[in-house]
């Protein structure tokens, strides 16, 4: 696989040789660049193509790797923060739980007999309750009636 592989790379160095040589027989005319910052002698047609195409790719290789290294900047920075998070995460799944206090220092039970209204009835509605939980409307099979 290896020779198979070199041997195509060899094939396609020397046929892009090829159509280059080509190239520059057929482009050989001077022609001179004239440039905002200047005017540059005569040179050959395929010269100055091979000399714009090099440095707009150089150009375009030097605007990827700006913008690579500052993706890898702040990949590097997620990549930290995360570690730290980690870390932390780690850190307090580690620490021991909260003494379980004795049931002598709970809180104390609700009162059993209930509370009357306002309108003094005993409903069964209007006796005690968990603070914050809903009051809710029994059917007359669930409230034993």
Same mark, same amino acid.
């Given at each position: 696989m290896r020779v198979l592989r070199r041997?195509?790379?060899? +094939? *396609?160095? *020397?046929?892009?040789?090829? *159509?280059g040589w080509?190239? +520059? +027989?057929?482009?050989?005319?001077? %022609? *001179? %660049?004239r440039h905002p910052a200047g005017e540059f002698q005569a040179r050959a047609l395929w010269a100055v193509l091979l000399a714009a195409f090099t440095s707009g790719a150089v150009l375009t290789a030097l605007a990827a790797s700006v913008r690579g290294a500052r993706i890898r900047l702040i990949s590097r920075r997620y990549r930290k923060l995360v570690e730290s998070l980690r870390a932390e995460v780690h850190q307090l799944r580690s620490l021991p739980l909260a003494d379980s206090a004795p049931a002598s220092d709970a809180a104390p039970a609700l009162p059993a007999e209930p509370r009357s209204t306002p309108s003094g009835s005993d409903s069964p509605r209007s006796g005690p309750r968990a603070v914050g939980s809903p009051r809710v409307a029994l059917s007359g099979r669930e409230r034993g009636s």
């Amino acid at each position: 696989m290896r020779v198979l592989r070199r041997l195509l790379g060899i +094939a *396609v160095f *020397v046929g892009l040789l090829i *159509v280059g040589w080509q190239f +520059a +027989a057929r482009n050989g005319e001077l %022609v *001179v %660049v004239r440039h905002p910052a200047g005017e540059f002698q005569a040179r050959a047609l395929w010269a100055v193509l091979l000399a714009a195409f090099t440095s707009g790719a150089v150009l375009t290789a030097l605007a990827a790797s700006v913008r690579g290294a500052r993706i890898r900047l702040i990949s590097r920075r997620y990549r930290k923060l995360v570690e730290s998070l980690r870390a932390e995460v780690h850190q307090l799944r580690s620490l021991p739980l909260a003494d379980s206090a004795p049931a002598s220092d709970a809180a104390p039970a609700l009162p059993a007999e209930p509370r009357s209204t306002p309108s003094g009835s005993d409903s069964p509605r209007s006796g005690p309750r968990a603070v914050g939980s809903p009051r809710v409307a029994l059917s007359g099979r669930e409230r034993g009636s």
